[in-house]
């Protein structure tokens, strides 16, 4: 079964920037959509940004919307989260998510899930 392995986390500054990185072969011409979620202490599990590898087309939550751009290589099966202006709130478990069903990555629920990675914006 092919895997998705996130990348990129660490500790940043209120008002810097992280690029994570989604490994996800398999997944990026197959007609599958990649989202990146996160998970932050004590909360539930919640959408950031995702996207249609087929066609490009972009979603993003509210709360990041002007901060952070979901990209894709695909000669190299990535997906990229670049997060600017960094807030302390951004603080989570980062994890990306593919399914083949854009409805079950909008819902939160796609079928194959990689292992996360910690973002910390602290000062």
């Known amino acids: 079964q092919e895997k998705l392995v996130e990348s990129g986390g660490g500790l940043v500054q209120p008002g810097g920037s992280l690029r994570l990185s989604c490994a996800a072969p398999g997944f990026i011409s197959d007609d599958y959509s990649i989202g990146w979620f996160r998970q932050a202490p004590g909360k539930g599990r919640e959408g950031v940004s995702c996207?249609?590898?087929?066609?490009?087309?972009?979603y993003y939550a509210d709360s990041v919307k002007g901060r952070f751009t979901i990209s894709m290589d695909n000669d190299k099966n990535i997906v990229y989260l670049q997060m600017t202006n960094l807030k302390p709130e951004d603080t989570a478990v980062y994890y990306c998510g593919a399914d083949d069903n854009w409805g079950r990555i909008l819902a939160g629920l796609p079928r194959t899930w990689g292992r996360g990675t910690q973002v910390t914006v602290s000062s």
């Open positions: 996207l249609v590898t087929t066609d490009g087309s972009t």
